[in-house]
């Protein structure tokens, strides 16, 4: 009997993704707190770009997303601004904890949000209205670039015919700095329906109005997360490529803010 109860579901998982089916349930369950979220989003950007003046613009914007970890911060920042790609803004939004000392670059642009959300695409959306670029990178405070991340990256975009986004691969680092393997999976969209292999720690894109992510309140127990909904959303009318060089040094950090990993 409950095998034959669980036979719709299966259908559908086979059909559609399991993936697929969670975000379409987080969908209808946590509308009510993204409009709310949205909201708050829209006036957060209004008063910060008053208070800011012009927006800072560049080829690319990087958004790094923080909260209360100001090494890690630094580390991060640093690894951006040392992109062998120079037309760049890199700019980091922190989740209402208040910023760190941070390096003195004309090409960093901080702020900070008048409150916490802990919803990691409230940050990142703050920091892509906040810039001006063709494209738009992405790296959390506890993740680090390579200095040709950025270059291999626009190198695969601005091919003629090529692509709208790519994602490179990640090197996954555990805690105590050993490397745990390589994560470099090509894109498929049938197979990310049903594996999360799309983080936005390896992603750049071409700046459309799809580039926003996800405004739903997600803990650590909801999934997909909030990456793959982005990359996913925006291959359905965008093509996205990947690059299987690994240039990003990845940390599978049990005590992320935003992400609780398992293995």
């Known amino acids: 009997m409950r095998r034959i109860a669980r036979a719709p579901w299966e259908l559908l998982k086979r059909a559609f993704g399991w993936l697929v089916l969670f975000e379409l349930r987080n969908k209808v369950l946590l509308a009510p707190s993204a409009l709310r979220l949205r909201r708050f989003e829209t006036a957060e950007v209004r008063r910060l770009a008053a208070a800011a003046g012009p927006l800072p613009t560049a080829l690319v914007a990087t958004v790094i997303a923080t909260h209360r970890r100001p090494d890690e911060l630094r580390a991060a920042v640093r690894s951006a601004l040392d992109q062998t790609v120079r037309d760049q803004v890199v700019v980091v939004v922190d989740d209402g904890a ?93 197979r990310a329906a049903r594996e999360s292999f799309l983080d936005t720690n390896a992603f750049v894109a071409r700046r459309t109005r799809a580039l926003h992510f996800s405004r739903l309140r997600r803990t650590p127990e909801v999934l997909p997360r909030e990456d793959w909904e982005l990359v996913h959303r925006y291959s359905r009318r965008h093509t996205v490529r990947h690059v299987p060089h690994a240039t990003v040094r990845y940390l599978v950090n049990p005590g992320s803010y935003y992400t609780t990993w398992s293995g």
């Open 98 to 190: 208040g910023l760190p000392e941070l390096p003195e670059d004309p090409r960093l642009f901080a702020v900070s949000l008048s409150r916490n959300t802990g919803v990691a695409g409230i940050v990142r959306n703050v920091g892509i209205r906040l810039s001006r670029s063709r494209y738009v990178a992405f790296l959390d405070d506890d993740n680090r670039w390579e200095p040709d991340h950025l270059e291999r990256a626009l190198a695969a975009l601005r091919d003629p015919g090529g692509p709208d986004g790519v994602y490179t691969a990640l090197r996954r680092l555990l805690p105590d700095g050993t490397e745990r393997d390589v994560l470099s999976v090509p894109f498929d969209r049938r």
